[in-house]
């Protein structure tokens, strides 16, 4: 449940732009920089730094994204497991053990398919009793972090890099309360390629 609570917040990555003067711009950037993605896939590498152990703990593979409802994580290192969203519906599979968990009954789901669909439509900068936001050009890359109001929530802050180019988001660190971190880069990122439904089935 932890690695799915990281993982999707790793979706506000998709349809993200960087930010403008102000927030009014801002949230009118994000709608219509997502506005011309329908489907997404990139390869990524995961990272885990855990204070409790020495070594970094290195996960890859490939995530798929299609709007509105569908998005898949595929990993292939270390091990095979896949973490699937259809719907309301996450499903998550580990070798011949599967789960399934419905976002409709669970008030930890609600809360991330609310933050999941406002960065599609960008009233994710709108929900202001959820983060509050902070701005910052680091080179050639421009820093969003989101650090959440609820002191109960599961994560102490969000930190996205998006490159000036292109307005895609390039990594993703997400801080634990107790300073751990994921760091999740994403490359060979495409736009727009033909993802077939098949590939989000339960």
């Known amino acids: 449940m932890k690695r799915l609570l990281l993982l999707l917040f790793a979706v506000l990555l998709l349809s ?50 299609k709007k509105p409802d ?17 719907g309301s519906v996450v499903t998550m599979k580990d070798g011949k053990k599967t789960e399934r968990y419905d976002m409709k009954k669970s008030r930890t789901f609600k809360h991330l398919n609310t933050i999941i669909s406002g960065a599609f439509d960008g009233s994710i900068l709108k929900k ?12 050639e890359l421009i820093k969003l972090e989101l650090t959440p ?23 993703v660190i997400l801080t634990e309360h107790n300073k751990d971190y994921t ?15 098949e590939v989000f089935a339960h």
């Open 16 to 65: 993200a732009a960087p930010p403008t003067k102000n927030r009014i711009d801002y949230t009118a950037e994000i709608q219509k920089k997502s506005s011309t993605i329908s489907t997404l896939s990139a390869s990524f590498v995961q990272k885990k730094y855990l204070s409790a152990l020495e070594d970094v703990v290195v996960a890859k593979g490939l995530f798929l994204l």
């Open 70 to 86: 569908k998005i898949r994580w595929q990993y292939s290192v270390p091990f095979a497991y896949t973490i699937t969203i259809n």
């Open 149 to 171: 109001l609820d002191k109960k929530f599961s994560l102490k802050m969000i930190t996205i890099y998006f490159d000036k180019k292109e307005w895609l988001t390039r990594r």
């Open 183 to 197: 760091d999740i880069s994403f490359v060979g990122i495409k736009k727009n390629v033909k993802v077939k439904d």
């Open 128 to 139: 202001r009793d959820l983060f509050s936001s902070r701005f910052s050009e680091d080179g």
